[in-house]
């Protein structure tokens, strides 16, 4: 069974940086692409960030552009998003997904695997 497992979360300042984890277990890590999605109070899942399989690819919401990095490690099995010049907008819980594809999705619906989220408050 599939597990994804989110870290990093917190309050931060805007202007601060966090960066997010989010650690894959139940099959091999390295053949499919991976996403983070977020959800702000009262809003729907939005898309954030997608990396192919090799992390050869990626792409991000324009919201996050220039700001956030994803990037992957497929000997941990993990995929980070590195969030720099927060903004108090950017406050959300936010999820890492997969699926059964290799190359990038943006689309909730191309993922069927979740986490758990991670909370992130960003203070103005």
């Known amino acids: 069974q599939v597990q994804l497992v989110e870290s990093g979360g917190g309050l931060v300042q805007a202007g601060g940086s966090l960066r997010l984890s989010c650690t894959a277990s139940?099959?091999?890590?390295?053949?499919?692409?991976m996403g983070w999605f977020r959800q702000a109070p009262g809003k729907e899942r939005e898309f954030v960030s997608t990396?192919?399989?090799?992390?050869?690819?990626?792409d991000y919401a324009d919201s996050v552009k220039g700001r956030f990095t994803i990037s992957r490690d497929n000997v941990k099995n993990t995929v980070y998003l590195q969030m720099n010049s927060l903004k108090p907008e950017d406050t959300a819980v936010y999820y890492c997904?997969?699926?059964?594809?290799?190359?990038?999705?943006?689309?909730?619906?191309?993922?069927?695997?979740w986490g758990q989220g991670t909370q992130v408050t960003v203070s103005s």
């Open positions: 997904a997969t699926g059964d594809r290799s190359g990038m999705g943006y689309s909730s619906f191309e993922y069927k695997y």
């Open positions: 139940g099959r091999t890590f390295s053949t499919y692409a």
């Open positions: 990396i192919n399989w090799s992390g050869g690819n990626t």
